[in-house]
Structure formats: C-alpha cells, structure tokens
C-alpha cells in the first residue's frame, strides 16, 4: 500500500527557500509518476507540479515556474520539491501525490490515487 508522508514545511519571509520531501513508507512509488499540489484555506487544491516515473519529464504551474524545481530518488522512494524566491501568495498546504495508473505524468487532480497529509508552508511579506 503507498502511504506518502511529506515534510519540509515551515514559515520563511518573503524570498526565502524551502524544500519539501515526500517519501513513501509503504512501498515502492519507483514506476508512478509524482506530483505536488497546494491548498490555501477557503481554495481548491491546484496543481503545482509533476514529475514522470524516470525524471525524464517535468511540468510546473505558470504561477511559480522557474522558481521550483521537483526532483526523485527512486531509489530510496522520495520526491522533492525545492521552491525559492517563496511569496506570500505560496501559503498553502502542500500534498504530495501519487499517480501510478500515469508514468508520462500528469497534472489532473484526478489522476492521483495516493496522498499525504500536507506540510504548512507560510511565507510571511
């Protein structure tokens, strides 16, 4: 059973870095492709980013792209999500999330099966 556990969170002021890991405890995420998403109090969670099963591709919401960078180690069943220059609009719950019917990637909400419980991330302005 894929149980994903996220941490990393944290409060920063405004253009400061945070990096958020999720790690797998329940078995192997290898062959799945990973996401990230966030949920800001009274808003749907949104996509923010994917990678594939082999770190071949990856895609980013047009808010923070060029300012995150997510990344795995399948070996050891992590993926990361390094987000710097953080604004204050980035408060959210971050959700790690596991797609495993989708290796290409995917960034439809629906496509995930699998997810954490979110780690806080409050960026102070």
């Known amino acids: 059973q894929v149980q994903l556990l996220e941490s990393g969170g944290g409060s920063v002021q405004a253009g400061d870095s945070l990096r958020l890991s999720c790690s797998d405890t329940g078995r192997t995420t290898s062959t799945y492709t990973m996401g990230w998403f966030r949920q800001a109090p009274g808003k749907e969670r949104e996509f923010v980013a994917y990678?594939?099963?082999?770190?071949?591709?990856?895609y980013y919401t047009h808010s923070m792209r060029g300012r995150i960078t997510i990344s795995r180690d399948n070996a050891k069943n992590t993926v990361f999500l390094q987000m710097n220059s953080l604004k204050p609009e980035d408060t959210a719950v971050y959700y790690c999330a596991a797609a495993p019917r989708y290796r290409f990637g995917s960034s439809d909400i629906r496509d995930y099966d699998y997810w954490g419980q979110g780690t806080q991330v409050t960026v102070g302005s």
């Open positions: 990678i594939n099963s082999i770190s071949t591709t990856t």
